[in-house]
T-cell receptor, first 115, second 111 residues
């Protein structure tokens, strides 16, 4: 069975500092991996996804993530935090077979950005 | 604009009532999903549908029902059997590239 673990339910950084949100997954087959962002009272917006090919994936708003198979990780980073990055972030994994395509989500990490 | 529209944004349910949340998409996606979100618990899958006139239970289907009579529409009914329905509900659909896109969500509160 697939699962996702996000380390840290809350992360706080200063504006301009590095953002690092951690995600580890468990999957018996090579997975598809996703990061979503959620602003208060809104739906989830896709930040980036890894399906195949290059393991360093660039997304919107300056975020990127690296798929490390040996570590079963897909950590999200941004070199310099902005106040507008304050939101909740969800890592998700999907069965690569695509027969269902359902996403298994982590419990989320709430990012706070201090001025 | 293409997208997923959920309505209403806020809904209140009295004890013993059934309520229905609407979800419409104009993305021409075959697969659609309903998730429930509770604080600190991430998203949990209620029901999903891969194609019209077919749907399957997710992880927490008890107390919920769905229908899929049209490709564009996937309404969710929260029945009186759902004992703790207060939550944020998210509808989603899946593209042919296996990416899931979400609507803006609906808040359901029991009064």
């Amino acid at each position: 069975a697939q699962s996702v673990t996000q380390l840290g339910s809350h992360v706080s950084v200063s504006e301009g500092a590095l953002v690092l949100l951690r995600c580890n997954y468990s999957s018996s087959v090579p997975p598809y991996l996703f990061w979503y962002v959620q602003y208060p009272n809104q739906g989830l917006q896709l930040l980036l996804k890894y399906t195949t090919g290059a393991t360093l994936v660039k997304g919107i708003n300056g975020f990127e993530a690296e798929f490390k198979k040996s570590e079963t990780s897909f950590h999200l980073t941004k070199p310099s935090a902005h106040m507008s990055d304050a939101a909740e972030y969800f890592c998700a994994v999907s069965d690569r077979s695509g027969s269902q395509g359902n996403l298994i989500f982590g419990k989320g990490t709430k990012l706070s950005v201090k001025p | 604009d293409g997208g997923i529209t959920q309505s209403p944004k806020y809904l209140f349910r009295k004890e013993g009532q059934n309520v229905t949340l609407s979800c419409e998409q104009n993305l021409n996606h075959d697969a659609m999903y309903w998730y429930r979100q509770d604080p600190g618990q991430g998203l949990r899958l209620i029901y999903y549908s891969q194609i019209v006139n077919d749907f399957q239970k997710g992880d927490i289907a008890e107390g919920y029902s769905v229908s899929r009579e049209k490709k564009e529409s996937f309404p969710l009914t929260v029945t009186s059997a759902q004992k703790n329905p207060t939550a944020f509900y998210l509808c989603a659909s899946r593209s042919y590239g296996n990416t899931i896109y979400f609507g803006e969500g609906s808040w359901l509160t029991v009064v």
